[in-house]
Nanobody, 128 residues
Framework: QLQLVESGGGFVQPGGSLTLSCTAAALDLDSYVIGWFRQAPAKEREGVLCIGAVGRIPNFADFVKGRFAATRANTKTVYLQMNSLAPEDTGTYFC??????????????????????WGQGTQVTVSS
């Protein structure tokens, strides 16, 4: 069973930055697309961005606007760097993955049903 653990959430003031981590237990993520999603209070969960594997290129939600970026630290850990945070970025942030097995240069997908493996989430609060 692929287990994902998010960490790094916390409290930050508007305009600040935060880096989240997503770590996979007992499995390398080389052939997995990693997606980051978030859920604000009383709202549905939404896609933030994904980074590809096996040729797939990143995909970003419009609200990211160059403020967020994800990088693979190693074969088991992915970071989500968030800058210029605003109160509307408050929510629980989840990482999720899906495995890919063939090469393509299409964008990775941000559709939640494509992701069978999810972490438990980490809370991010942006407030003054």
């Amino acid at each position: 069973q692929l287990q994902l653990v998010e960490s790094g959430g916390g409290f930050v003031q508007p305009g600040g930055s935060l880096t989240l981590s997503c770590t996979a237990a007992a499995l390398d993520l080389d052939s997995y697309v990693i997606g980051w999603f978030r859920q604000a209070p009383a709202k549905e969960r939404e896609g933030v961005l994904c980074i590809g594997a096996v040729g797939r290129i990143p995909n970003f939600a419009d609200f990211v606007k160059g403020r967020f970026a994800a990088t693979r630290a190693n074969t088991k850990t992915v970071y989500l760097q968030m800058n210029s945070l605003a109160p509307e970025d408050t929510g629980t942030y989840f990482c999720a993955v899906y495995e890919v097995q063939y090469f393509t240069q299409e964008k990775c997908v941000l559709d939640q049903p494509a992701y069978p493996h999810w972490g438990q989430g980490t809370q991010v609060t942006v407030s003054s």
